[in-house]
């Protein structure tokens, strides 16, 4: 009985857990990047990242449920993949938290300048303010996660708040152009990698089995409402900005050196001043959150993966490791908040796709592993998400090579 009376209030505290880690950043660039393809064709490929992006999370919990006890990626891969699995995932887990940091801290850095009307003209002054931006966040990952957790729960608030408010004040404008509701849909292709992004939490999964007491039932309820929360936020925030703004504008954007959130508060800024300060907060939200999240996350990496302990030299050193890089490709690259996003993806698709197919595999078919089937449809379906990894890593890497489309 006292199990069922917690029920409820566990299966909502997981669903914002999951809908928090990815409501962040990554949506900002959605508009932009979806523009040229229409408001119809981007909700259908929305609604195919999410369907495969659950079963590949619902394949994580599978194999997670299989090992007892505190398990990662790392030792999941280890176990069922064997030591060349382990190695591979460990430089792309790294890689993959690496290029999160590296969009977060090139488009938190735009904004701050933008706050401050500066243009720094040499990379001196473009890495001191990237290092500006980025000390509180050290700071708050350096003295740990009770300080990133009070800090986060502000972000989040003001992220829920700002997205309210901004609902509201869209409610009153009219615009003069028509909406975007069919575009070119071969302009999709491209947009895969960053879409997989914006539905990756599946690193979070193992934290969920303990917060659920390795409970089934929950997790997979978890899993399935907890996707389904960002698909609506992501739905809501491509129709507010494709109502406010034109196909073209946002297209502008894509091509554009800014981070597409402060390009996108500033065109808003016409339909008055309550609406754009509205944007700006928001998109600082979004950013900041994800930015601390995926920065203690990378710091925690680092101090389990290298086995450094958190005294005072050690927590420098972690520091020093987690926002350094970063930091450095934000003064080579200032405006590749997109470009850090689609790396990230090609990354995710890896780690967050095909890993978690290739060790359920195992763990069923091979090692036949002790433990339930968390993703139903057999083999078929496990090969369908299978390619559906495989065909994201070869849109990013068709993009790069100029063979797919673009705006």
């Known amino acids: 009985m006292e199990h069922k009376a917690n029920k409820s209030g566990t299966v909502f505290g997981g669903v914002l857990l999951v809908g928090g880690t990815c409501i962040g950043a990554g949506m900002l660039g959605l508009p932009a990047v979806t523009a040229a393809a229409g408001f119809v064709p981007t909700m259908v490929m ?12 619902l394949a994580y919990l599978e194999i997670s449920l299989r090992f007892k006890g505190d398990v990662n990626m790392i030792s999941m891969a280890g176990r069922t993949l064997g030591f060349w699995g382990k190695s591979a995932a460990w430089v792309i887990y ?33 890495g001191l303010m ?5 000390f509180p966040f050290a700071l708050m ?39 975007n509701f069919m575009g070119e849909a071969k302009y999709l ?8 992004t914006s539905f990756g939490y599946h690193l979070l999964i193992p934290t969920l089995k303990s917060y659920c007491h390795e409970n089934p039932n929950l997790l997979r309820k978890i899993i399935i409402f907890g996707g389904l929360l960002p698909l609506v936020v992501y739905g809501l925030w491509e ?30 800024s016409v339909y008055g001043k309550a609406l754009h300060y509205c944007v700006v907060l928001f998109t600082f939200f979004a950013l900041t959150s994800s930015f601390l999240g995926v920065g203690l996350g990378i710091f925690d990496f680092f101090s389990d993966g290298l086995h450094v302990k958190k005294n005072h030299f050690g927590k420098i050193i972690l520091t020093i490791l987690t926002f350094g890089p970063p930091v450095a490709y934000t003064v080579i690259l200032p405006g590749g908040f997109i470009m850090a996003l689609s790396y990230a993806g090609v990354f995710a698709a890896i780690l967050l796709i095909v890993y978690p197919i ?21 083999r078929m379906l496990l090969i ?15 993009t790069k090579l100029q063979f797919l489309p673009l705006p």
């Not at 609604?47 to 590949?56: A, G, H, K, Q, R």
């Not at 090139?106 to 473009?126: N, Y």
């Not at 990237?130 to 980025?134: A, D, G, R």
């Not at 369908?384 to 068709?398: E, P, Q």
Request: charged share 10%.
């Open 358 to 378: 290739l060790m359920a595999w195992n763990g069923r078919y091979i090692n036949k592993l002790p433990g339930d089937t968390q993703l139903p449809g057999g």
């Open 189 to 196: 292709w491209f947009t895969l990698p960053i879409l997989v």
């Open 384 to 398: 369908a998400t299978l390619i559906f990894g495989v065909l994201v890593m070869c849109s990013d890497l068709l």
């Open 130 to 134: 990237s290092l500006l931006f980025t």
């Open 94 to 126: 790294i890689l993959f938290l690496y290029s999160l940091m590296a969009a977060y801290t090139a488009g938190g850095t735009s904004m701050f300048l933008e706050s401050l009307s500066l243009v720094p003209d040499t990379r001196f002054k473009q």
């Open 141 to 179: 990952v350096y003295y740990g996660a009770a300080w990133v957790d009070r800090l986060n729960r502000l972000l989040m608030a003001g992220l829920i708040l700002s997205f309210i408010y901004m609902g509201i004040a869209f409610s009153n404008v009219s615009t003069s152009h028509s909406f």
């Open 239 to 268: 129709t507010i900005v494709f109502y406010l703004l034109p196909a073209d504008s946002l297209i502008n954007m894509l091509n554009g050196s800014v981070n597409p959130g402060e390009a996108m508060a500033q065109a808003i």
């Open 46 to 57: 929305f609604l195919l990242v999410w369907f495969f992006m659950t079963c590949s999370a």
